[in-house]
């Protein structure tokens, strides 16, 4: 290796600067699409909103002023909510044995959630269709215990939607939860029993509060993915209980009313990004991703 | 004690029971669509009174299947490449570049990630209707690289952040142009984020459903607005055997990730 003196080179740094001239240049391919194929078009459909059919918030107050339209927010948010509850509700406690459980278990249940997340989201709403309609698996199955003695509907109501998309979700509030509680330093349950409180005691005050940062967060995240969600509803769901994703399509592919469908897609807009900036603000974090 | 397996006693068994029927009720779905695909009812009746092909032999037979597939392993496959190109360029630029505004830029690239498809769906379906790309190829691979580069900018700025940027400080030092430091250091570095951007952009492409839907014309269709369009009418076991087929695909990935993230740890 020759060896340079200072005065038989520049110093590194002038010569680095060569290297350095990537900069915010790079970036504009990415920024360019994001700019005319996202940014523009979504503007201008909200755009359209105070637009079409003539300037004024016409369309706002017809979405907010029909029980019809109110009715399907109200639904959106409800159907959010249960699904929220009921993922955190199984979630938890698989986050916590998969925390804590031999890893030669914890890999298998950690292959059924990749599985599971991995599958096509189609293929997974076609096989709560198959399993939950009339003559279906589970009706069968119920049937045949004598539980019931009519097939339960299943399908195209709250039922289905509820439980389509809290399969769907499920992955979404354990692995992050996994995570959360896999830092939680043993030792601080180890001192609870050691001050003599009881296991139960231990799980309401010392570890539901170290996992509940976790817990919120994940629990935004399903809920804020939820009201946005257009196939599992549509597929599982009934027309009594349509959701805002279903209602925007629907103005604007069946009835062709981009004002109204811009406004209702402002309002699913302005209330995610309002949850979004909420997880921000408590977290510093998001890990969001939308289908 | 309640994060030690061991001594959890009583409540270790109601933990793993919880799990257990939680993993059943994750795993059971695929595995019935998979059993359904090969059973001869066309009600889908379990378990099912005889076994068949006939529902692949109808989706093999069908060149509209075929078609979709083809056209959405096509836009797939474009897609992949321009999401991991256009991330990798920009990742550079986000990482190792020094400008005002540099992490709301790196917040705005992942925005995508956050707002509702569905409104993304509607929004471009109405600026496709103006330019005319509604039902082309071109809609669709620029509709999913919009929603794949995020995941393609994720994985290769955080490879990026883990490579030590002095190393290939010093290949220039030592001589080499700065491309060829960047193009023989630092890209071998990086490559298990290249590798799975690739395999995120891939995905993102190959299942989305809601900007296909959009996208989609009579003519030009992926195989999830095939799926989809069929189940509206009804629940045909041939959706089975593609599901079936789908999932074949997923798990063929997900060994292949799994077996590449060996064989870089060793």
Sequence with gaps: MVLLTERDSPPPAARLRLVRPMNFALTVPALLLLVVFFILPVLSLLLRSVMEPEPGLGNYAALLGSTTYLKIFLNTFVVSALVTVVTLAIGFPVAWALAIMPSRLSSIVFAILLLSMWTNLLTRTYAWMVLLQRTGVINKTLMGLGLISEPLPLVNNLTGVTIGMTYIMLPFIILPLYGVIRKIDPAILQAAALCGATRWQALTRVLIPLAAPGMVSGALMVFVMSLGYFVTPALLGGTANMMLAELIAQFVQSLVNWGMGGAAALVLLVVTLTLYAIQLRLFGTARMEGR | ?266
């Design chain 2, 1 to 266: 004690m309640l994060l030690n397996f061991d001594r959890l006693g009583g409540w270790k068994w109601i933990l793993l029971g919880i799990t257990g029927l939680t993993s059943a009720f994750l795993i059971l779905p695929i595995v019935f669509i998979a059993a359904l695909s090969f059973g001869s009812s066309q009600w889908l009746i379990f378990p099912p009174p005889g076994w068949t092909l006939k529902w692949y032999a109808m989706f093999f037979a069908d060149p509209r299947w075929l078609e979709a597939a083809g056209t959405s392993f096509y836009i797939a496959a474009i897609v992949t490449v321009l999401s991991v190109l256009i991330g990798l360029v920009a990742s550079f630029g986000l990482v190792h570049g020094r400008f005002i505004g540099k992490e709301g830029l790196r917040a705005l690239f992942l925005t995508p990630m956050i707002l509702p498809v569905v409104v993304l769906a509607v929004a471009l379906y109405a600026f496709f209707l103006r330019i005319g790309l509604n039902g082309t190829v071109t809609g669709f691979v620029i509709a999913h690289l919009v929603v794949a580069l995020p995941f393609s900018i994720l994985s290769i700025t955080n490879a990026l952040e883990g490579f030590d940027k002095s190393i290939e400080d010093a290949a220039v030092l030592c001589g080499a142009s700065p491309l060829e430091a960047k193009l023989r250091i630092t890209l071998p570095s990086i490559s298990h984020g290249l590798f799975s951007a690739a395999v995120f952009s891939f995905l993102t492409s190959w299942d989305e459903v809601v900007l296909a839907i959009f996208m989609a014309s009579p003519t030009l269709q992926t195989l999830p607005v095939k799926i989809w369009a069929t189940l509206r009418q009804d629940l045909t076991p041939v959706i089975a055997a593609a599901s079936t087929l789908l999932i074949v695909v997923t798990i063929a990935l997900m060994l292949l990730v799994a077996l590449l993230r060996k064989g870089l740890k060793s």
